[in-house]
């Protein structure tokens, strides 16, 4: 069954009801339960196999607005990646994002870290 989503008029909340396709019942605000409700367009979730995100991820159009001198720019594209790839990639990973987005040099990040991003394929267990 679907979710459908209001703004009820009378306490100005939105509420999600469980409708079903031929369900004909008026909707009640389960707050105030007034009838005074407006349909809201809502967002809508699409499932992708791992073949289509790691598509996109090749698209060249992918790196359209990277400017590499630009560390904000870097940690967007990042982010990007990681939530295409959805991998947990670590505190480490969040901690580097984090400092390129508020500006930090990445050469710097780099040296900070230290032996982080050095470790060879033989340390992880593939």
């Known amino acids: 069954?679907?979710?459908y989503e209001y703004r009820c008029n009378a306490c100005q909340r939105r509420v999600t009801?469980?409708?079903g396709?031929?369900?004909s019942r008026?909707?009640?605000c389960p707050e105030c339960e007034s009838e005074d409700l407006v349909r809201l367009v809502s967002l809508v979730s699409v499932v992708r196999s791992e073949e289509s995100r790691l598509e996109s991820l090749a698209d060249p159009s992918s790196l359209a607005g990277l400017d590499e001198d630009d560390p904000r720019s870097i940690a967007r594209?990042?982010?990007t990646m990681s939530q295409e790839?959805?991998?947990d990639l670590g505190p480490e990973f969040d901690e580097m994002v984090g400092r390129l987005e508020a500006g930090e040099d990445p050469e710097e990040?780099?040296?900070?870290?230290?032996?982080?991003?050095d470790q060879?394929?033989?340390d992880y267990d593939l």
């Open 26 to 28: 008026t909707s009640r």
């Open 85 to 87: 790839t959805g991998e």
């Open 120 to 122: 060879g394929l033989d």
């Open 1 to 3: 069954m679907p979710l």
């Open 77 to 79: 594209w990042m982010r």
């Open 109 to 117: 990040i780099e040296r900070s870290l230290g032996d982080l991003g």
């Open 17 to 19: 009801l469980l409708r």
């Open 21 to 23: 396709f031929s369900d």
